[in-house]
């Protein structure tokens, strides 16, 4: 009977662990004509900002005179993520019907004339975003559409990235930021607009008949021919010249190609997006490079400790008990170690806004490694970092308090609000100054003060309650006792040496952690702000 029970225990724990699930997102069956089981027959093409490298404000699709958003669909809503992040998603008017090939069809046309001012200006905004590589972002199936070049090492895969740029500017020497190649005259300026793209379909077939979705890939090329058909691929690049009659058509067109891949299935169709980037050997890299700089900083200062301990445990060892002596060595600062700070009210605002930091940080870290945040839930990273933070307004307040009271402080009020309000409104105001500032670029980075407000409620109405709550039960537990008295007589600090004053001392302190982590924080920040992909244990190591 106990060998029958533990089996049924076995089976049941094994099925509990089968039918755990991950919230993410569901997958989407499409299908050709619409049947009970399937009733998606067309793929949304969604268009989302455009940003560069090259400058700091990215910009919303509509704001450029491409051809017009489909105005009839509604787009998808944002969250809070999205929103703060700068994503504006609207519905193209690219038609993508499911396993239908599509060779050159038009989209639209846009004409330019050189005697009228509203052109040229459409014009030149057009050569600036092109000048200044600016890149697309569109989404099918809520997965991003990916360029994929080939790569100069042939040991390796294709490079792929989730955008692609609007055109290819070429200087005079023919030096490019882009990496097209259309072709070149020299001599002078030349601004090619991508004008044509070719996308790539990759689905997996399902026993129903239906089909998902797997990857979607783009080509985009430059072409003149406002013709339709093979005469997109056979034409000459298109420059952004006026013609004798001082008049420039931009033709807009499109293809649609299908390719069957089994081999894939939907759950793991972001993995050639991770493991096609270039960047991917390099984040190896700096990560053993910063875990290299670790080890040996630890064992640096490990054995400056060590030596110093032993030489003063010898010497204390030599010397008769009974026979008292003057204290020398780490015994000297024994009663000012836990010394009360002159500015104790700061150090412990500090300590409890960090504490706050710290645990959001970490929550949000956890709740990523174990794949809860699905990248397909974009912006729900940034959403989750700020409902912890408002969240952890118990612990700042808490800790703030525990460590104001053990320096003996008695203003709890004033530590109170400085918790709640003195880092926090610090951020806001620099926040604030900064979105008036995209405001008046016109970028899509720009938050709604609709949002703005909704930002600022949650933290006036959940973290700030929070934080008094945490510091009433930190001030109601018992000062933190340590195991030494503190003198009544500070002891006098002899002159310090050059090196080892406060300006000196930050810098060379600030250093070496900075040097072990730079280049993955040049990574994650990638990530954020230009939607690119990066390695959870390079965000670890850095935060550790």
Not at 75 to 99: A, I, M, T
Not at 146 to 151: G, K, L
Not at 255 to 279: F, G, H, I, P, T
């Amino acid at each position: 009977e106990a060998v029958v029970y533990q089996r049924r225990v076995r089976v049941f724990l094994i099925n509990s662990c089968l039918a755990f699930y991950l919230p993410a997102i569901a997958p989407v069956n499409y299908c050709a004509v619409p049947t009970e089981t399937c009733k998606n027959t067309i793929l949304s093409v969604l268009v989302n900002r455009l940003d560069s490298t090259e400058s700091a404000i990215p910009y919303d699709y509509t704001k450029f005179d491409f051809c017009p958003i489909d105005k009839s669909k509604s787009p998808p809503s944002e969250n809070l993520g999205q929103v703060l992040f700068g994503d504006r998603y609207h519905v193209s008017e690219y038609q993508v019907q499911w396993k239908k090939t599509e060779t050159c069809k038009k989209l639209c046309d846009k004409t330019y004339r050189k005697d009228s001012k509203e052109d040229m200006d459409k014009l030149e905004a057009i050569k600036k975003i092109i000048a200044q590589d600016y890149q697309q972002h569109w989404v099918v199936d809520n997965m991003p559409v990916a360029w994929c070049t080939q790569n100069t090492n042939s040991q390796q895969k294709d490079i792929c990235t989730t955008s692609f740029p609007v055109g290819c500017f070429i200087d005079k020497n023919g030096q490019t930021l882009s990496r097209c190649d259309p072709p070149h005259v020299g001599g002078k300026e030349y601004y090619y607009l991508l004008n044509h793209v070719e996308i790539t379909i990759e689905y997996k077939n399902m026993n129903d008949g239906s089909g998902r979705v797997v990857a979607v890939k783009i080509k985009p090329t430059s072409h003149a021919s406002s013709g339709e058909g093979e005469s997109c691929g056979n034409s000459q690049a298109l420059a952004l010249e006026f013609d004798s009659a001082g008049s420039l058509t931009v033709p807009y067109t499109y293809s649609v190609n299908w390719v069957e891949n089994n081999k894939v299935e939907w759950a793991s169709r972001w993995d050639y997006l991770l493991n096609s980037s270039n960047q991917v050997n390099v984040q190896w890299y700096s990560i053993l490079n910063s875990i290299v700089i670790v080890l040996f900083l630890s064992g640096m200062v490990a054995m400056i400790l060590l030596r110093t301990l032993h030489r003063d445990i010898a010497r204390y060892n030599q010397l008769d008990p009974e026979d008292p002596q003057e204290e020398f060595g780490w015994k000297l600062v024994h009663g000012d170690v836990f010394r009360p700070p002159r500015k104790g009210m700061m150090l412990s605002v500090l300590i409890g806004s960090g504490a706050q930091v710290f645990m959001m940080i970490s929550v949000t870290l956890v709740v990523s490694c174990l794949g809860f945040l699905y990248p397909g839930n974009r912006g729900f990273l940034l959403s989750m970092g700020v409902v912890m933070y408002v969240c952890f307004g118990s612990p700042a307040g808490y800790f703030a308090a525990r460590i104001y009271k053990s320096f003996g402080g008695e203003k709890w009020k004033s530590n109170v609000i400085l918790t709640a309000f003195f880092v926090p409104a610090i951020v806001f105001s620099v926040f604030f100054v900064l979105n008036l500032v995209l405001w008046g670029e016109g970028s899509s980075s720009a938050v709604p003060f609709g949002t703005l407000c909704g930002v600022l409620a949650l933290w006036i109405c959940v973290s700030v309650p929070l934080t008094f709550v945490g510091a009433f039960f930190g001030f109601r537990k018992p000062a933190i006792t340590y195991p030494t008295q503190t003198n009544q007589i500070p002891r006098h600090i002899p002159p310090q040496s050059f090196y080892t004053k406060r300006v000196p001392g930050i810098l060379m302190g600030g250093v070496l952690p900075v040097g072990s982590v730079f280049i993955q924080l040049y990574f994650i920040f990638n990530s954020i702000w230009l939607t690119r992909s990066t390695t959870c244990s390079g965000s670890c190591l850095s935060c550790s």
